[in-house]
Structures are given as structure tokens and as C-alpha cells.
């Protein structure tokens, strides 16, 4: 997978192009954690990349249902009933879009840990659930947070927990979006410094909801969850999923070189 420059640094913007006539959308739920999910008033300008992925769609054919929550791990999803909730909705032909890792590697938390092999277990599980429905489950790798080593390099901060869901992914069949290595590639692009921009990183009275400021480097600005979107249909392109076809047309991306 290459990523070029001008990708990682457009800010695209949607244009209704032409798409194929359904008879009803195809719906795309999203299962996750706080990287994917939608933000209260509270937390603003904190952007899950799961808020920016229906402007990639023409919703009169895909629709997406953002059932992704802060601080939730494959476990806590089942246990609080949010996977359960999904399953009942699902109609043959929808998706299922599965990323956690970040909260089930947690070690630390022991409200939302979750062990390599429970973990590996709830993905099969989420596997076997959504296929019985006639759906289509995709797994997703967590994506990275902003740490570097010494060497400048995207440090991996997930554990094995990235390739228990490759593993899994092979094992099973399932279409993947590796978002560990996507982001771990444009953090590399944009390097230490600017890659700041990407994440919830504001000086104190900046912004009302963060008077004393704030350095997140795990969760999204605007900007960042809009372009880890686009790298997530940069995913579904590679992968040939069907919902591929109704994507919106976006204006050239604004480059480095095009200013």
C-alpha cells in the first residue's frame, strides 16, 4: 500500500455524482471505540472518523449507522448489549465495520481489557453473527496514535492486538482495512511536528470546552478523522467491496505543489 502526499493532506470535498439505482440503501454499521465514535457538544472539536465516512456516499444508496462509543473494548461492546443491538438490525447485504484493540489492550483499565484470546474469540464471534444474517463482516486494525520512537518512526502502541485481527481476517476469509498500517504510514508523511494537526491538540483558551487546552494524541481532529476516512475508502477500493460503487465523486485534492 503507497499513499501518496497529496492524498494524505486533501481536504476533499463531495460531489453527487452518478451512482446505481437501488432499491433501498445498504446500510454500513460501525462497531468500535472512541477513534470511530460520534462526540458530544462537550467534546468538540474531538472528531470520530465514523462522523466523516457518510460525506464519501451517496446516501441515497449507503447509508451509515455509527454505533461506535468511547472507551469500549470487543467485551464491554458485548456485555453492555451494543453488538446485540446491531445484530437485530441487520439485513442481508449490510456491513458490519469492526475496529477495536485500542481499549482491549488496555492492560491498565481493567474495566475494558480484554486478553489476546478473549479478544480473538469476540472476533470470531462478530464474524459468525453477522454472516448468519446474511451480512458482510470487515475487520479494521486499530489505528495508530501519535508516538514516535527515536528514530522519527510511528511507534506501534497496540501489542500483538493489530495481528490477531490480520490473523483472524485470513483465517476466516473476511476483507480487511489495515488502518494500523494506513496511519502508521501517514503519521510517517507528515512527520513529529505536523502531524499534530491531525489529532485534538489545542493551547489553553482556545476553545470553550478546553479552557486549560489540550494534547490528545490518541483521538481526532476534524481534519484527521476527514482524512483517516478517506483512507478507510481508500480500504474499501482495495478490497472490492460492492458499496465501492456509490461513492461520491470528490474535487481534486488541494496539494503542497498545486498552492
Excluded: C
Excluded at 500500500?1 to 439505482?21: D, E, F, G, T
Excluded at 483472524?168 to 494500523?180: F, K, L, N, S, Y
Excluded at 502508521?184 to 487546552?213: C, K, V
Amino acid at each position: 500500500m503507497k499513499l501518496s502526499l497529496a492524498r494524505s493532506i486533501a481536504i476533499a470535498i463531495p460531489l453527487i455524482a452518478a451512482s446505481p439505482i437501488v432499491d433501498s440503501p445498504v446500510v454500513i454499521y460501525l462497531a468500535g471505540d472512541s477513534t470511530m465514535a460520534p462526540k458530544l457538544p462537550e467534546k468538540r472539536p474531538e472528531t470520530g472518523w465514523g462522523e466523516m465516512l457518510q460525506e464519501f456516499f451517496d446516501s441515497s444508496a449507503v447509508r451509515v449507522h455509527n454505533h461506535a462509543r468511547n472507551g469500549r473494548s470487543t467485551r464491554t461492546f458485548l456485555s453492555e448489549g451494543r453488538w446485540k443491538a446491531i445484530v437485530d438490525s441487520l439485513h442481508s447485504g449490510d456491513y458490519v465495520f469492526i475496529q477495536f484493540g485500542h481499549n482491549d489492550a488496555s492492560k491498565d483499565k481493567t474495566d475494558r481489557y480484554t486478553p489476546p484470546a478473549d479478544f480473538r474469540a469476540n472476533l470470531l464471534r462478530f464474524i459468525d453473527e453477522t454472516r448468519a444474517r446474511g451480512a458482510n463482516p470487515v475487520l479494521m486494525t486499530p489505528v495508530m496514535r501519535r508516538r514516535f520512537d527515536d528514530n522519527g518512526k510511528a511507534r506501534n502502541s497496540h501489542g500483538e492486538y493489530p495481528d490477531i485481527v490480520r490473523a483472524v481476517a485470513t483465517e476466516r476469509g473476511v476483507p480487511i482495512i489495515d488502518m494500523h498500517r494506513k496511519t502508521s504510514e501517514l503519521l510517517g508523511l507528515f512527520g513529529q511536528t505536523a502531524s499534530a494537526a491531525l489529532f485534538l491538540q489545542l493551547p489553553p483558551g482556545e476553545n470553550a470546552n478546553y479552557p486549560r487546552g489540550i494534547q490528545d494524541n490518541t483521538h481526532f481532529s476534524a481534519f484527521g478523522a476527514r482524512i483517516v476516512a478517506s483512507l478507510v475508502v481508500e480500504g474499501i477500493r482495495e478490497a472490492r467491496l460492492s458499496v465501492a460503487a456509490h461513492f461520491r465523486k470528490m474535487e481534486p485534492p488541494v496539494t503542497r505543489e498545486s498552492r
